[in-house]
T-cell receptor, first 113, second 116 residues
Framework: DGGITQSPKYLFRKEGQNVTLSCEQN?????MYWYRQDPGQGLRLIYY???????QKGDIAEGYSVSREKKESFPLTVTSAQKNPTAFYLC????????????FGPGTRLTVL | AQSVAQPEDQVNVAEGNPLTVKCTYS??????LFWYVQYPNRGLQFLLK??????LVKGSYGFEAEFNKSQTSFHLKKPSALVSDSALYFC??????????????FGQGTTLQVKP
C-alpha cells in the first residue's frame, strides 16, 4: 500500500448524490487505474490514465467520471447514474514499462444508504 | 480475448502442509503473469510476477509460482502454510493488446484457509 493513499476509507452515500473518491500517489508513476471489487467477481477496471490530462474508459465506466490534472492525483466520481455503486474501490499505479508491477492503494468502501 | 481462471473458490490446508492455488490463463503471445494477496478490507499486495526467464518464480513471504507454458498455468505454491497466509489470492495477466494500456485482467480470486 505504501506510496498510494485513498480517502476516505469508508464512505456512505444517499441515493441521488455524487461522491468523489480520492487517490494520491508519490511513486512518480505515470499510469493510474481505478478498479471496482464486488464479492465473487474479482476486480473490474473502471477508468485508467496513462499520462496527465488523458484518461480512457475501462470495462465498466458507465456512471463514473475521472480527471487527471496532476500526475499525483486521479480522483473518481461516482455519479447518481451509477445504479449499483455499493462496492470496494481500489486505485492502482504503475510505471511506464509493460513489465512493471501494478501497486494498489488501501481501498475505499462505498455504501449507498 | 485474454482471460484468467482460478478454478477453486476456496482452498483449505492444514498449517505446515504445502499449499497450491491454481491459475490458468489464455493469451495471445507471451504472458506477463502476476499474483496478489488481499486481506479483509485491504488493498491488494503484490506477491510475485513472471515476465520471462526461469519458470519458477520466487516472491514475498515464501511464496513461489511455477509457469508452465504447455499447460498455460501459473500455480502459486508455498512449501509450508501458515495460519497468517489465510487470505484472498488473485492471479492476473497483463493485457498486451495493441493499445498497450498495461491493464491487468484478474481471475475471480481464491480464498485460502489455513487451519491450525
Amino acid at each position: 500500500d505504501g506510496g498510494i493513499t485513498q480517502s476516505p476509507k469508508y464512505l456512505f452515500r444517499k441515493e441521488g448524490q455524487n461522491v468523489t473518491l480520492s487517490c494520491e500517489q508519490n511513486l512518480n508513476h505515470d499510469a493510474m487505474y481505478w478498479y471496482r471489487q464486488d464479492p465473487g467477481q474479482g476486480l473490474r477496471l473502471i477508468y485508467y490514465s496513462q499520462i496527465v490530462n488523458d484518461f480512457q474508459k475501462g470495462d465498466i465506466a458507465e456512471g463514473y467520471s475521472v480527471s487527471r490534472e496532476k500526475k499525483e492525483s486521479f480522483p473518481l466520481t461516482v455519479t447518481s447514474a451509477q445504479k449499483n455503486p455499493t462496492a470496494f474501490y481500489l486505485c492502482a499505479t504503475q510505471g511506464n514499462g509493460a513489465q512493471d508491477t501494478q501497486y494498489f492503494g488501501p481501498g475505499t468502501r462505498l455504501t449507498v444508504l | 480475448a485474454q482471460s484468467v481462471a482460478q478454478p477453486e473458490d476456496q482452498v483449505n490446508v492444514a498449517e505446515g502442509n504445502p499449499l497450491t492455488v491454481k491459475c490458468t490463463y489464455s493469451v495471445s503471445g507471451n504472458p506477463y503473469l502476476f499474483w496478489y494477496v488481499q486481506y479483509p478490507n485491504r488493498g491488494l499486495q503484490f506477491l510475485l510476477k513472471y515476465i520471462t526467464g526461469d519458470n519458477l518464480v520466487k516472491g514475498s513471504y515464501g511464496f513461489e509460482a511455477e509457469f508452465n507454458k504447455s499447460q498455460t498455468s501459473f500455480h502459486l505454491k508455498k512449501p509450508s502454510a501458515l495460519v497468517s497466509d489465510s487470505a484472498l489470492y488473485f492471479c492476473a495477466v497483463r493485457d498486451l493488446g495493441s493499445s498497450n494500456t498495461g491493464k491487468l485482467i484478474f481471475g475471480q480470486g481464491t480464498t485460502l484457509q489455513v487451519k491450525p
